[in-house]
């Protein structure tokens, strides 16, 4: 039986209707992955990266810590994952390859995580499609201090 919203208000009262349609609600694709209690949350999005495009964001480690990321790749993709120290963004913002080795750089899948130990400093991390159609990616960041 479908009922309206006017209907299901009238039934479970205004407030309760707020809470069942409320996005927090819904499920994440990353519910199945453990974070650990230790860890602050610096990020958690949802991004469609269009075909032949990146996305990336900048995180800052404030002192030595084990970056985590935990990610959700849409089935039958993968990205190019790559995290990148400050000096290593600002020379491939100038068109030039990143001096050293990135801390981190690997083609994902699926769901999953991937941890680093990084020194206090800011990082880029990037995201890479290389399909000729879009990806759906849910990502989330967390530090937990050394």
């Not at 750089?105 to 995580?113: M, P």
Request: with cysteine; glycine share 8%; proline share 7%.
């Amino acid at each position: 039986m479908m009922v309206s919203r006017r209907q299901a208000t009238g039934i479970l009262g205004a407030g309760s209707l707020g809470v069942i349609l409320a996005p927090g609600a819904l499920a994440s694709p990353l519910d199945g992955l453990k974070l650990d209690p230790r860890a602050r949350v610096d990020r958690e999005e949802t991004v469609t990266i269009g075909p032949e495009q990146a996305h990336g964001t900048d995180a800052e480690c404030p002192r030595r810590a084990v970056f985590t990321l935990d990610f959700a790749v849409q089935a039958r993709r993968q990205l190019l994952l790559l995290i990148l120290t400050a000096e290593q963004y600002r020379a491939v913002l100038k068109g030039l390859p990143p001096a050293g080795e990135p801390p981190l750089h690997e083609r994902i899948q699926g769901t999953a995580s991937r941890s680093v130990t990084l020194r206090a400093g800011e990082y880029f991390v990037g995201f890479r499609n290389a399909f000729s159609s879009p990806v759906l990616l849910t990502y989330r960041t967390s530090w937990i201090d050394l």
